[in-house]
């Protein structure tokens, strides 16, 4: 190579990851922080003008925040806690998003820690297979989950089918505080389960065997030893969980209706009815407290955080064991109990989706609901939502969003685990699309972006289908920063140096060592980047209504009518879809040398 | 005499041999803490020079910063007179071999030791197997091309870092504890090959380690780092025999520290003793005499003792020995300056100096333990209520008598009694 081509390529290679890092933070500017700053402006500019009457009103409604609302009214905190504490009392719109929230984060953490006891804890067959799975659940298509849920425990679900079969009387779930509990554990508890088993495995042997010898008990080895190393990946899920959870949109839409509103499906509500300054107010008051949450949360993972070490892991226990004691009984009585719970939380509604897609209303097997689709896709009007585009579109933002969020999370891994100075503030600043409302983001990309912003004299609009790519990556890759920063940080910053030394740029020891030695971690970016991007909901139904990009989890919603089963034969689409995706994925990924 | 010839440094870089690695008041500041404060050192181009210190000293910062993995605070870091300062690591030509080794565990040993071919053409115009082949041939290690890293055991694994340090024919080899994690037989004999190794190629070299032995057996030069300031830069026979200061002394070896004060000369110069009412007052006359051989001495008191300590005539550059030694200058006395009575003066006396049943300088001590180390015995002794060390061909017990040459020890600060400083 020449002197002057090497000359060139150096100085490209060395603004590289520059370049990269502009480039992540100005596609965040453009479709994340720009749009939802415009929808949000509206909270407090109204005709033009500065005003806080918006939210003044909002925050004194009793509608919104229940009895807290007469803290703005003028009245002392006592009186207010009384009347919270009073039977009566009146949660109003984010008191009860909150309250749900709450149940739905001590329902997922019992949920989930018993599944990592057993994962972290026995030995079995299938055991490593059972905990890949447990991240199944965190991006199954939330609208797809909500339809399975309707199939298992709705008035002709699955539930009341096996019910009248056995002579018990029909319950309805559908539309009440349980089945949206039930359905955020099935969501969260999996989170829950998977954090927490991290943490045990990670618990090293000789820390307990050391507090036996002192004279610690197995129980007093367990909460003094074992449990302090818990606490923070229980409290992390937890936290994770309360945001998730406070900012739900399809499963409440589909499963509590209007009657059991939560902020974001208000938010939705006052959007579709144009009454954007309210939704922007609402979504501020939304977003300010799963913000607040998340900043607690990262502060308290910042002083907690433990150096990744060699541990040398606990001992497994057998799930059948050599000698049946009634300890090792009532253990075992106690996960089967459990694992037959779980089983109707995490298996029943997926497999009702498959079971009601073939069945009629009657049980008898059929294929109409296939039939449907099909007819559909020859027949349907222009104005309809037919089945294979939706595929189609699935398919191709999956593909764009992924490969426009594998380079963003990754250099954010970068910096957030590399960089010296100001790791924090961009680590903060690229999780917030966690926080941030989907409806708002597609409402701020649907008015800025697709109806087009003057800059300048210039009218700039971009598609839909691109701000849906747009609004899907920004939504992926902070799970493919999830993905690369841990392995990223437990790899030795001499590796890098080393490689800089012998003369590679920043950005070629990334590539060269850093990424070939965290590939699975890419992949399983990638994986869930795709997997986000084609469950992903409450953007694209901003953003796609009366337009031709519709995707897959919108067609379920628009095909969710009298009958369920077009949704269910729809969903099973989905399900396929996904799963050929994932499996793609893991076959383009390549030969992955384990680490 | 054989022995000049013997005490003699090695063959190494003379003042006249340009400097290649340069710190002009280096300081690196983590916040509040500076890890190193104000250094000035330069490294003359095919140098052995180690870094040694205790851990937190700031050596390895200093290392990182030749390395361009930290850049300086404050200050400037040279290569042969050019500032580097800003100049990103994959832009120096330095070659780094860390304390864990950093091998890439994705690549193979030929691939690990080719990486650095990547960004620049292998020296000499031969290809990139060849060269390969030839690092490893160096460092012990053909045939090992097609192995996995991980395979290697912690010798051969830090013969490959050092391999692929030097595959691209950098100007500079940087070795930040690179022995740490062996054991001490090989750690030994590793040493030595990475000596021979350096020999061969002439390469400069910058060493850190917080082994004083290692340092003072394969250097050129040794800098004695505490606190991030640079103690003593000079040979390792240099460091050993004529600390610069109290703490290169006790970090240095194992070595007796004694404080006192200068006594009033018991005779003068000329043989006359200083009568009371006499011309000269105590405080004025020099204190220095002749022993029984006729050598110079200086009195000074000790606890409840009065010891001889030898007097050459002060060396004032001691504290700035960078050039070439003498075997006189290894063999200074380090009093800076005339000593005077009053005078506070702290010297150290080498254990293997200590000896039982000397003449001179006689202390009365009791034999606290004795370490047993195969070549020799590590005695500890109590003298006045304080440790004192020798090392004894036999073991030693109940109470002894030692003694030790005047000329054995050393003086490392010398100031008057007012408080200042008589060292500078």
């Known amino acids: 190579m020449s002197d002057t081509s090497r000359r060139l390529r150096d100085r490209v290679e060395r603004r590289a990851l520059t370049a990269l890092t502009a480039a992540t933070v100005a596609v965040l500017v453009v479709v994340f922080y720009y749009p939802v700053g415009t929808v949000l402006v509206e909270a407090v500019v109204v005709d033009g003008r500065l005003t806080l009457a918006v939210f003044a009103d909002l925050l004194r409604d009793p509608f919104y925040l229940g009895e807290f609302a007469r803290l703005f009214t003028g009245e002392g905190p006592v009186a207010v806690a009384r009347a919270v504490a009073a039977p009566d009392r009146r949660l109003g719109i984010v008191g009860f998003t909150a309250y749900q929230a709450v149940l739905s984060t001590i329902v997922s953490v019992a949920l989930g820690l018993p599944a990592a006891y057993v994962l972290a804890r026995f030995e079995f067959p299938g055991r490593r297979t059972l905990r890949s799975v447990t991240i199944l659940p965190f991006v199954l298509p939330s609208i797809m989950v909500a339809v399975g849920f309707v199939a298992t425990f709705g008035r002709n679900g699955t539930l009341n089918a096996v019910l009248s079969a056995i002579g018990g009387p029909r319950v309805d779930l559908m539309f009440s505080l349980e089945a949206i509990l039930i359905a955020h554990a099935f969501y969260n508890a999996p989170l829950v389960a998977r954090v927490t088993t991290a943490a045990w495995e990670s618990v090293d042997a000789s820390a307990v065997e050391t507090a036996r010898s002192l004279g610690a008990g197995p129980l007093r080895a367990f909460l003094d030893v074992v449990a302090p190393q818990l606490y923070p990946a229980v409290l992390t899920s937890a936290a994770l969980t309360f945001v998730f959870t406070f900012g739900t949109f399809p499963i409440v839409l589909a499963l509590g209706g209007f009657e059991l509103a939560t902020v974001e499906v208000f938010v939705y509500r006052l959007a579709r009815d144009l009454q954007y300054a309210e939704a922007a107010a609402l979504a501020l008051v939304e977003l300010v407290i799963a913000l607040g949450v998340l900043f607690a949360y990262l502060r308290y993972e910042a002083a907690t955080a433990v150096s990744s070490r060699r541990a040398r892991p606990l001992p497994r226990k057998l799930l059948w064991p050599d000698a049946w004691t009634p300890r090792a009984l009532a253990e075992r009585a106690g996960i089967v109990t459990y694992a037959g719970f779980a089983a109707v939380v995490f298996f029943a509604p997926i497999a009702s989706m498959v079971l009601a897609s073939v069945t009629t209303a009657d049980g008898s097997l059929t294929l109409d609901h296939y039939r449907f689709l099909l007819t559909r896709q020859q027949t349907g009007a222009a104005f309809q939502v037919r089945p294979w585009p939706a595929v189609r579109n699935s398919v191709l933002f999956a593909g764009a969003s992924a490969m426009v969020a594998l380079p963003m999370g990754v250099v954010v891994a970068v910096i957030t685990t590399r960089a010296s100075r100001g790791r924090s503030l961009v680590g903060a600043v690229a999780m917030a699309p966690f926080a941030v409302s989907g409806i708002v983001v597609g409402l701020g990309l649907l008015r800025g972006l697709v109806f087009g912003v003057e800059v300048a004299g210039w009218r700039i609009a971009v598609a839909g289908s691109a701000a849906i790519v747009a609004a899907h990556a920004v939504a992926g890759y902070p799970f493919v920063v999830r993905t690369v920063a841990p392995g990223l940080a437990s790899l030795d910053a001499s590796l890098v140096e080393s490689a800089r030394a012998l003369g590679a740029s920043r950005a070629r020891a990334l590539f060269d060592i850093e990424l070939p030695l965290v590939w699975p971690g890419v992949v399983a970016g990638a994986a869930f980047a795709v997997a986000i991007s084609m469950g992903e909901f409450t953007a694209t139904v901003v953003l796609a209504t009366g337009t031709d990009a519709y995707t897959m989890p919108v067609a379920i919603e628009r095909f969710i009518g009298r009958r369920l089963g077009p949704a269910t034969a729809m969903g099973v689409v989905l399900l396929i879809v996904t799963g050929v995706s994932f499996l793609v994925i893991e076959r383009l990924g390549g030969e992955v040398r384990d680490y | ?424």
């Open chain 2, 1 to 424: 005499m054989r022995s000049v010839t013997t005490e003699a440094e090695p063959t190494r870089p003379g003042p006249d041999v340009p400097i290649a690695v340069e710190f002009d008041g280096v300081t690196k500041r983590y916040g509040e803490t500076a890890a190193v404060d104000g250094v000035d050192l330069a490294v003359r181009e095919g140098e052995f020079f180690t870094v040694v210190g205790p851990s937190g000293c700031g050596k390895t910062t200093m290392l990182r910063l030749v390395a361009g993995f930290e850049a300086p605070t404050d200050g400037r870091v040279r290569f042969g007179g050019t500032d580097v300062s800003g100049v990103p690591p994959e832009a120096r030509d330095v070659g780094v071999v860390l304390q864990n080794y950093a091998l890439f565990p994705h690549l193979t040993v030929g691939e690990n030791v080719g990486y650095g071919l990547r960004f620049s053409a292998p020296p000499g115009g031969v290809s990139r197997e060849e060269r390969i082949g030839t690092l490893l041939e160096l460092v012990d290690l053909p045939e090992m091309s097609d192995r996995d890293p991980e395979s290697l055991s912690g010798g051969q694994k830090q013969r490959v870092a050092i391999a692929r340090a030097l595959a691209p024919g950098p100007d500079v080899l940087l070795l930040d504890e690179p022995m740490s994690a062996l054991d001490a037989r090989l750690r030994e004999r590793l040493r030595l090959q990475v000596r021979s190794i350096q020999r061969s190629l002439g390469i400069t070299t910058v060493y850190v380690t917080h082994d004083q032995e290692e340092a003072l057996s394969v250097s050129d030069r040794v800098a004695v780092v505490r606190d991030g300031s640079v103690a003593q830069v000079a040979p390792p026979r240099t460091v050993y025999r004529r600390p610069a200061s109290r703490f290169v002394a006790e970090f240095v070896g194992d070595n007796n520290v004694f404080e006192g004060v200068v006594a009033a000369g018991a005779t003068s110069p000329e043989g006359v003793a200083p009568a009371t009412g006499g011309v000269a007052s105590a405080a004025e006359a020099e204190p220095v005499e002749n022993d029984s051989d006729g050598r110079q001495v200086v009195p000074v008191d000790v606890r409840d003792a009065t010891l001889a300590v030898a007097y050459d005539g002060g060396s004032a550059e001691r504290a700035s020995d960078e050039g070439v030694t003498t075997a006189a200058d290894a063999n200074g006395t380090g009093w800076s300056g005339t000593p005077r009575p009053g005078d506070r003066v702290v010297f150290c006396v080498r254990p293997q100096h200590l000896q039982v049943e000397r003449a001179q300088n006689r202390l009365r001590a009791g034999v606290e333990s004795a370490e047993f180390l195969g070549e020799t015995t590590r005695v500890h002794l109590t003298w006045s209520g304080r440790q004192v060390v020798l090392s004894s061909e036999e073991p030693l017990s109940g109470s002894v008598t030692v003694g030790f040459d005047p000329r054995d020890a050393h003086v490392v600060e010398h100031a008057a009694p007012d408080g200042t400083a008589d060292t500078s």
